[in-house]
């Protein structure tokens, strides 16, 4: 993950268990977590694996599945900058 973003959630990302359907991603601290979402169809970049963002929390979003590579994700809510994803 890449970009310049506030709160900093850029770092490399390991696969996990799949969820509705779909690969999930976690940062390797675990502190942030990509996965989908199937209720709304978004991936989400989120600080806890399988629950969207809080509201008021930062986090960042990707409308669509699969996820491509490379996928921008817009920010939402107190989050900052675009998150650019990319599977090394």
Known sequence: ???????DATGTY???????????YSRLDNAWHVYYDDDDGWHYITTTLGVPPAPH?????????P???PAVFSP?????????WTIL
């Open 76 to 84: 939402n809510l107190d989050a900052i900058g675009d998150a650019t």
């Open 67 to 69: 996820l491509p590579d």
């Open 57 to 65: 929390a930062p986090g960042w979003t990707y409308i669509g599945k």
């Open 14 to 24: 390991k696969r996990g268990p799949r969820i509705n359907g779909e690969p999930s």
């Open 1 to 7: 993950m890449s970009g310049d973003l506030t709160p």
